[in-house]
């Protein structure tokens, strides 16, 4: 019993050290920053989902939109290379828009092998509860865990493709020159052949923008507040909420909408046997949502190895979601 009690355990306290570890480098450098990868416990998953729905924050709706009606194009247009393959999402959330792909997918018959990648292990559950009940035949094979390190796991079947889904504009809360990296780094995963299909947030209005990242709700300002909240919980942490402000901003000149927390006072916070100092006005850099173009999507992908095959938008245009073929 001690050495099942041990193994249980471990994972539990490994986690913890590495957030405690990214939490305490994050603050201690200059300027001050917080991984948004953290902002998603069970409370965080919540908000998330209420923002999805808020009237301002239209990237749901406009990708929603594309998989609602153009699902059987974006099969298609796999299924004209690779007549079988399997379906890898990073960052699956809970499906919502997905599920449209799913059933074409199962229709089409190219595949019924569904890797769900999530850092959220409450995510990941309920896509193994509730999917294969919605889509019947669906083989549902959640990963929870880092993505680089659960898409290795996912596997690559003999004489079958892989088509790695990273939706949500997820690519967004990398700068630039992160997300370089990052898809660099998908395509070492890939064989030539395999399909990354890619949602991004195209650059427009700077108001539609910069309102869809402060709704009148407050469900954004909460969102990144309640990270503070979940430090206090899992790292023995004493911020006070209300001693911090939610900023966001947007350039329209380089397309970077990016998230503060503003410390409202000179204060001190204790998190795991260390103290942090705030000065009065201080910011927190808590996440970024990164906007392009067109142009700036193709020059992507061609530099991190990929064909663009096509690319699908919602009607006003606002959204793409692009089909790249490793090469």
């Given at each position: 019993?001690r050495s099942v009690t041990a193994t249980l355990a471990a994972p539990?306290?490994?986690?913890?050290?590495?957030?405690?570890?990214?939490?305490?480098?994050?603050?201690?450098?200059?300027?001050?920053?917080?991984?948004?990868?953290?902002f998603y416990d069970a409370a965080g998953d919540a908000l998330f989902?209420?923002?999805?729905?808020?009237?301002?924050?239209?990237?749901?709706?406009?990708?929603?939109?594309?998989?609602?009606?153009?699902?059987?194009?974006?099969?298609?247009?796999?299924?004209?290379?690779?007549?079988?393959?399997?379906?890898?999402?990073?960052?699956?959330?809970?499906?919502?828009?997905?599920?449209?792909?799913?059933?074409?997918?199962?229709?089409?018959?190219?595949?019924?092998?569904?890797?769900?990648?999530?850092?959220?292990?409450?995510?990941?559950?309920?896509?193994?509860?509730?999917?294969?009940?919605?889509?019947?035949?669906?083989?549902?094979?959640?990963?929870?865990?880092?993505?680089?390190?659960?898409?290795?796991?996912?596997?690559?079947?003999?004489?079958?493709?892989?088509?790695?889904?990273?939706?949500?504009?997820?690519?967004?809360?990398?700068?630039?020159?992160?997300?370089?990296?990052?898809?660099?780094?998908?395509?070492?995963?890939?064989?030539?052949?395999?399909?990354?299909?890619?949602?991004?947030?195209?650059?427009?209005?700077?108001?539609?923008?910069?309102?869809?990242?402060?709704?009148?709700?407050?469900?954004?300002?909460?969102?990144?507040?309640?990270?503070?909240?979940?430090?206090?919980?899992?790292?023995?942490?004493?911020?006070?909420?209300?001693?911090?402000?939610?900023?966001?901003?947007?350039?329209?000149?380089?397309?970077?909408?990016?998230?503060?927390?503003?410390?409202?006072?000179?204060?001190?916070?204790?998190?795991?046997?260390?103290?942090?100092?705030?000065?009065?006005?201080?910011?927190?850099?808590?996440?970024?949502?990164?906007?392009?173009?067109?142009?700036?999507?193709?020059?992507?992908?061609?530099?991190?190895?990929?064909?663009?095959?096509?690319?699908?938008?919602?009607?006003?245009?606002?959204?793409?979601?692009?089909?790249?073929?490793?090469?």
């Open positions: 019993m539990v306290s490994k986690a913890r050290q590495a957030f405690l570890r990214d939490v305490l480098e994050g603050l201690q450098s200059q300027p001050k920053r917080l991984q948004s990868k953290y989902q209420q923002i999805m729905h808020c009237p301002e924050y239209y990237l749901t709706r406009c990708e929603m939109e594309i998989l609602e009606t153009q699902s059987a194009a974006i099969v298609s247009a796999i299924r004209a290379v690779a007549s079988q393959a399997d379906l890898v999402e990073l960052g699956a959330g809970d499906a919502s828009k997905s599920i449209h792909l799913l059933r074409e997918w199962m229709r089409a018959g190219i595949g019924n092998r569904y890797y769900p990648i999530d850092i959220s292990g409450n995510i990941i559950r309920h896509l193994q509860d509730t999917l294969p009940e919605q889509i019947p035949g669906l083989d549902v094979q959640g990963l929870n865990g880092e993505y680089m390190e659960m898409l290795a796991r996912s596997g690559q079947t003999p004489g079958r493709a892989r088509v790695v889904m990273f939706m949500g504009s997820s690519i967004g809360n990398f700068t630039p020159e992160e997300a370089m990296g990052f898809l660099s780094e998908v395509r070492r995963q890939l064989r030539p052949g395999d399909f990354l299909l890619i949602g991004f947030d195209l650059q427009k209005n700077p108001r539609l923008i910069l309102d869809a990242y402060n709704d009148r709700q407050g469900f954004t300002r909460d969102f990144n507040l309640n990270l503070l909240t979940r430090i206090n919980r899992e790292l023995d942490a004493d911020f006070q909420r209300h001693h911090f402000l939610h900023y966001p901003t947007y350039d329209p000149s380089t397309g970077a909408c990016k998230s503060f927390l503003v410390s409202l006072r000179d204060q001190a916070v204790h998190i795991g046997g260390s103290i942090i100092r705030f000065r009065k006005d201080e910011p927190i850099y808590m996440e970024i949502s990164q906007k392009y173009t067109p142009d700036g999507i193709r020059e992507m992908a061609s530099s991190c190895g990929f064909a663009p095959v096509k690319n699908f938008t919602d009607d006003k245009n606002w959204f793409v979601d692009a089909l790249w073929q490793a090469r």
